[in-house]
């Protein structure tokens, strides 16, 4: 089993103190949420786990890797996907070409065009699509490749920032049923969203983040019940 465990983790930017001692945990199959609003550290928590900002105090582990002190390309090597906030697919190449392109850490061909498959199974409107250019898709659609190149790496963690960011809402229960496809496959998936009502739906549990700090966890029926939750996060 490969649980990520944060535990009193610090980032700072300078003299900004970013996390604060923040603590969560993902077990290996759920589906685990953080919501917080603008500048609550969320991003940072994504580029800590995969390597690209380190914690001045703290410890990260997933499975056996010190996620603190372990190589960005080791992290990726070994399963942890980050599918970054504002989808940066590649304008110009095709549907299909994007979605090679996650296969750059595999060397099996034939496993990278296995993928390609499963993910145009899971989303037959990119199997649509393929040949299209990736600047040319709607953004939902664009959601939809940038998870499904994340797929081709065969991610064992998946970190998912902000997918709903910018999407009609009927686009945003889409792209979260996606990731609930993509998660009954067998892929732990962590999820960062300022969206409360679309990722509590699919979430197992979820965790609160105010100014770098965990202040709320619970299941997410749990969260989605408590008066704190749907006063800040919920519209009332
Ligand atoms: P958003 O939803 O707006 O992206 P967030 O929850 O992802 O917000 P972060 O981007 O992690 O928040 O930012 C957490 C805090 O760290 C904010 O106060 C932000 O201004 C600060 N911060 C983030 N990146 C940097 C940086 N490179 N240099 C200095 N401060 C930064």
Known sequence: MSSLTVQAVDVYYGRVHALRELSFDVHEGEIVCLLGNNGAGKSTTMNMLSGLVRPKSGTVRWGDIDLATAKPWDIVAAGLVHVPEGRRIFSTMTVHENLLLGGYTVRDQKL??????QVYALMPRLAE?????????????????AI?????????????????????????????????????Q????????????AALRIADRAYVVETGRATLSGSAAELAADARVVDAYLGG
């Open 112 to 117: 990278i065009a296995q993928r390609v498959d």
């Open 129 to 145: 699509r393929r040949k299209q250019q990736g600047g040319t898709l709607s953004g939902g659609e664009q959601q939809m490749v």
């Open 148 to 184: 499904g190149r994340a797929i081709v790496g065969g991610p064992r963690l998946l970190l998912l920032d902000e997918p709903s960011m910018g999407l009609a809402p009927l686009v945003v229960k889409q792209v979260m049923e996606t990731i609930q496809a993509v998660n009954a």
């Open 186 to 197: 067998g892929t732990t998936v962590l999820l960062v969203e300022q969206n409360a009502r």
